[in-house]
């Protein structure tokens, strides 16, 4: 239990970290950047406490708004992801996976990768509406939420399956 | 009673959420109130500290790149101070602080962002080097934004770069005055409006700050006309200006001091309140 707690509190220090030194940093095509925090959201064990993930969702969204200076745009949409995610993972598994965690998971990838780029999409559909918070901004929105779910996307499967090979 | 207990037992994931959006919202929606400035405060202080650590190992690297970039901007400020000493003769005037209206203090970049709708810099100066809010900020080629927050040694700093600011700016040589905005596509573009169509101007005309601010001093350079529409309807161009300063690359700015700054205020707010 301690174990877990604590792995937990590295996982989430070490998703803030990068996050903050590193992927803040890529700024591609000079607007887009890769949330690749998402991943300690989405890889997250299906059977823990959805209680406690919402709590660290929030906790996750609030200190990147601190550390990126933002007005409260990621601590929503990370909360909302948080929130959401069981009708997420039963709309891209099903009633039951075949494990409760996306590391030791064996579904078809098609799954997986549905799984993941609804969750960022959501997540970045929410951050970029209400970082923008206007409707004549509509076109930057879905621009910017496309360009970096994909980003983000190919990033979190190269994470995934990076991490997979090391369990 | 029992059955409220259940319902919060049962519903606890939806009211914890609910709870903490509340939170969220509302932090959101302090942007500029005294809630916002203690805690973007307190993320200036963390965020500042680290990143100034990290831009220190990184300016290490960079060193001769930073030291090419100063000597050349020092070169080029050295022949603008004798072109203007040798033409009006000042040499002994310019010597006299008392004189100059402004003072410039310079700082380095520990953190830039040019990617959001509101971009936000942090320099590594703050109030124990006479750093205050509102002081304006300028770089190598032009102005980069406004002190918004102190701490003791750090700042942030409104960029040009952030939605829902406007700037006063002038077409440099010409009468034509016009409002600074980002659009939030490109970094490396604005948009220069409310330029009346009786103004004669082309592509390629430099706009500088107009001065009709208490924050730029007049005739600060900030960009190049690079498109130029004459409305069918309406009487203003629509004017899309090419940015001098590279805003995706800061390493050092400079923070201007406008000394007769509370002087210019006082005696707008005077003027207002008599207008009334």
Redesign the interface.
């Known amino acids: 239990m301690v174990q877990d707690s604590l792995g937990i509190l590295l996982g989430f220090f070490v998703a803030v970290t990068l996050q ?2 590193l992927f ?1 940093h890529i ?1 591609l095509f ?4 890769p949330s690749v925090y998402l991943f300690f959201i989405i890889s997250y064990r299906f059977d823990r406490s ?2 406690f993930l ?2 660290l969702g ?1 906790l996750l ?2 200190v990147l ?9 990621n ?2 949409a990370t ?2 992801i ?2 959401i995610r069981p009708w997420v993972i039963r709309f891209s598994f099903g009633i039951i996976s075949d494990s409760n965690s996306l590391l030791s998971m064996k579904s078809r990838m098609g799954n997986q990768a549905l799984y993941i780029g609804l969750m960022i999409l959501i997540h970045q559909f929410v951050l970029q509406s ?3 918070f ?1 409707v004549t ?1 509509t076109t ?1 929105i879905l621009r910017n939420t496309l360009v970096n779910t994909a980003l983000t996307f190919i990033l979190l499967l190269a994470t995934l399956n990076l991490t997979k090979k090391k369990n | 009673m029992q059955w409220i207990l259940n319902i919060i037992i049962q519903k606890r994931n939806l009211l914890l959420f609910l709870f903490l959006l509340g939170i969220g919202i509302v932090f959101s929606s302090y942007r500029s109130s005294y809630h916002q400035s203690k805690l973007q405060r307190f993320g200036i202080i963390i965020s500042g500290g680290i990143f100034k650590s990290i831009n220190n190992s990184k300016s290490y690297l960079s060193l001769t790149e930073s030291n090419q970039s100063l000597l050349a901007e020092n070169s080029t400020l050295h022949q603008e101070l004798l072109q203007y000493k040798q033409a009006e003769n000042l040499i002994s005037e310019s010597t006299n602080p008392e004189l100059n209206n402004y003072l410039v203090r310079s700082a380095t970049v520990v953190k830039n962002s040019y990617a959001k709708a509101r971009n936000i810099i942090i320099i590594d100066k703050g109030t124990s080097d006479g750093i205050l809010k509102d002081m304006s900020v300028v770089g190598p080629n032009g102005i980069i934004g406004i002190i918004k927050q102190t701490s003791a040694h750090f700042s942030s700093v409104i960029s040009i770069l952030y939605q829902d600011f406007s700037i006063n700016a002038k077409i440099q040589g010409k009468g034509a005055f016009g409002s600074l905005s980002w659009e939030g596509y490109d970094p490396t573009r604005m948009v220069l409006s409310d330029v009346s169509i009786i103004n004669t101007i082309a592509v390629g005309d430099t706009i500088e700050t107009g001065g009709m601010s208490a924050y730029f001093p007049k005739g600060i350079p900030i960009g190049t006309i690079i498109d130029l529409e004459t409305p069918t309807s309406g009487g203003y161009y629509n004017i899309e200006v090419a940015l001098l300063n590279n805003l995706t690359d800061l390493k050092h700015v400079y923070i201007i001091e406008n000394k007769k700054r509370s002087e210019f205020i006082d005696l707008q707010k005077k003027s207002e309140d008599g207008t009334r």
């Open positions: 903050v030194l803040d700024n000079g607007f887009s950047c959805q209680f919402i709590l929030f969204g609030f708004d601190i550390m990126q200076s933002s007005s409260g745009a601590t929503i909360l909302l948080s929130f209400v970082a923008y206007d901004h930057l």
